[in-house]
């Protein structure tokens, strides 16, 4: 599926490059506007991850809409928006009818996609479109990295597809054809690539990553950290939308804060170990001293990271990824939370209070220019006991996936029990559903209907005893939430696959194929990933396959992530 998916994209870019009219005619046909150019496409795989329709327009399917704009004036040239409609798979969508006026001097086209969620995609047609006819065009996160990085040659101040955005005065449509043609080199072999962040441990272990290679679905590299072995590095990454940077924190020996790392992905095509010898070409940035921790989360734009600090002062540091900027640190009660949210409007940031057993929530909108404090929180909910390792957002952005850990429940505890996952309604603070569990990560399907949670007997990632289901990946049925009306007792437990022996317990789908890639390790650190096909969720009887053999990768695995998407 993969396969076929990447030689669309390509052999879509290579037309639009070379200027060559696809899927259509130069003249106009049935249905097309006389004297117009008219333009339809679909998202890339997985580009529409769980976003909710637009109410009232069920019958439509309505994800999203999409304009067209000049890239010489920065305007819009379409006649009007028209709506990008959901496919079958419940993470991508299309469009038709997008039409425009042909360009007597044509600089290139840029559509710009708006989902309902807010998140945008853009993607530059650097066709002719002197004359009438028809066009397909393919919009998602590959291209919109396409977009930006056109935009950063040309000198913009800003990206192509936001208003008043335009290429300098005299650029000529051949020179966005090879702006183009020059990027998606760049860029696209990186965007091909996911991450396993192996935490390396104490004595010789050694940290660093594994790379995935999304379209044969295998590791093609594990690349160490031989400058920090005996040290840990964060169980959490991000790399950024274009798939360039990784931001990962690694700790210090003696106990001293650690340090954020910027590390240069394309260099690793040459590297498979990080030394003193090639470290400078490497590190991008070293943000030295901050402190490192285990959550690791970036804002919907990519603009902001969040990363805890479990040394020296402790809190979450936020950083500006676009300006290598350190901004502060949100003290959160001296407590170094496992993970945290971001809403999709990048307003609100939602954490723990770790032991503490509170979920907490922050007003962000003043970021770059003031961090929040503890006395800024805008929602603060307890559990009542316990611990909280699992926080994750849903895509509709009304509820919160909470997870305590702790089991069984204390004989002590005479409230309402909270151990497992817990479903918050943030629009009215309370909790509407707990499925009992040992949350100790979550996931969410790219189609918003499964709630994935790895379970672990241990408190944190230590290797449960063999017999012992607490090294579990759990589904939950959360399709409910996404519709007008959901029903907190439908939100159901409808599947287990248990590991045991192992430790480690993380996981992540890839939107664009689907396959679910889960990190686990041995009694002895050693790192292992598995593959498995969840198609079978929404049969009668539910269920989850493996495919093929574990995958060796590197000591003590945990996050697995891919470009401008959270680690799971």
């Not at 054809?177 to 104490?202: D, H, R, W």
């Not at 817990?422 to 309370?430: A, K, M, P, S």
């Not at 944190?460 to 959360?478: A, M, T």
């Not at 430790?503 to 689907?514: C, E, F, L, V």
Request: hydrophobic share 35%; proline share 5%; glycine share 12%.
């Amino acid at each position: 599926m993969m396969s076929r998916w990447k030689g669309a994209v390509l052999a879509a870019l290579t037309a639009l490059a070379l200027g060559i009219t696809g899927c259509g005619t130069s003249g106009s046909s049935s249905g097309t506007a006389a004297n117009a150019v008219v333009i339809g496409g679909a998202l890339e795989p997985g580009a529409a991850r769980a976003t909710l329709k637009t109410v009232g327009a069920a019958a439509s399917n309505q994800i999203g809409t999409v304009v067209a704009l000049d890239a010489a004036t920065g305007a819009i040239i379409s006649t009007a928006p028209v709506a990008v409609v959901a496919d079958s798979t419940g993470s991508g969508g299309t469009f038709s009818g997008l039409t425009i006026n042909p360009q007597a001097t044509p600089s290139g086209v840029v559509l710009k996609v708006t989902l309902n969620d807010g998140k945008t995609y853009r993607s530059l047609l650097s066709n002719d479109l002197s004359s009438p006819g028809t066009l397909s065009a393919t919009v998602g996160p590959k291209s919109d990295a396409i977009v930006v990085a056109v935009s950063t040659s040309l000198g913009l101040n800003g990206v192509l597809g936001d208003l008043g955005v335009k290429v300098p005065a005299g650029t000529k449509l051949a020179d966005v054809v090879a702006k183009v043609n020059t990027a998606s080199a760049a860029v696209l072999p990186l965007l091909e690539q996911g991450y396993v962040i192996n935490t390396g441990g104490s004595g010789q272990t050694t940290p660093g990553f594994s790379i995935i290679n999304r379209t044969t679905q295998s590791v093609v590299k594990t690349v160490r950290f031989s400058n920090l072995t005996g040290l840990r590095v964060g169980h959490f990454a991000n790399v950024t939308a274009d798939g360039s940077e990784l931001w990962l924190c690694s700790n210090k020996r003696g106990g001293a804060a650690g340090d954020m790392n910027v590390y240069n992905l394309a260099g690793f095509a040459n590297y498979s170990t990080v030394n003193a010898g090639n470290q400078a070409s490497l590190i991008k940035h070293s943000f030295q001293g901050v402190g490192c921790g285990v959550q690791n989360v970036q804002s919907p734009n990519g603009r902001y990271l969040f990363a805890s600090s479990d040394q020296g002062t402790k809190g979450i540091n936020v950083f500006d990824v676009a300006n290598h900027r350190y901004l502060g640190n949100i003290t959160n009660n001296n407590t170094a939370p496992h993970v945290g949210a971001v809403s999709q409007d990048g307003t609100k940031y939602y954490t723990s209070t770790s032991s503490l057993y509170h979920v907490v929530g922050y007003d962000i909108s003043g970021l770059p220019n003031a961090v929040p404090t503890d006395a800024n929180k805008t929602f603060d909910l307890s559990l009542g006991y316990g611990g909280i390792h699992a926080i994750r957002l849903h895509p509709g952005g009304r509820y919160l996936f909470v997870g305590n850990n702790t089991w069984p429940v204390p004989s002590s505890w005479t409230g309402a029990v909270t151990s497992g996952t817990n479903v918050v309604d943030l629009q009215t603070q309370r909790i509407i559903a707990t499925i009992p569990g040992r949350p100790h990560n979550y996931a969410i399907s790219p189609d918003g209907k499964y709630l994935l949670v790895t379970e672990l007997s241990s408190p944190d990632c230590e290797v449960s005893l063999p017999g012992d289901p607490g090294n579990r990946l759990q589904f939950i049925d959360i399709s409910t939430l996404l519709t007008a009306s959901p029903d907190p007792t439908k939100i159901l437990d409808i599947k287990h696959f248990d590991t045991p022996g192992y430790g480690g317990s993380h996981a992540a789908w890839d939107p664009t194929t689907g396959i679910l890639y889960y990190s686990v390790y041995d009694t002895a650190n050693q790192g292992w990933l598995i593959k498995l096909n969840t198609s079978g969720l929404s049969a009668a009887t539910p269920s989850v396959a493996q495919i093929g053999d574990k995958i060796k990768i590197g000591a003590a695995p945990h996050g697995v992530l891919f470009p401008g998407i959270n680690s799971d």
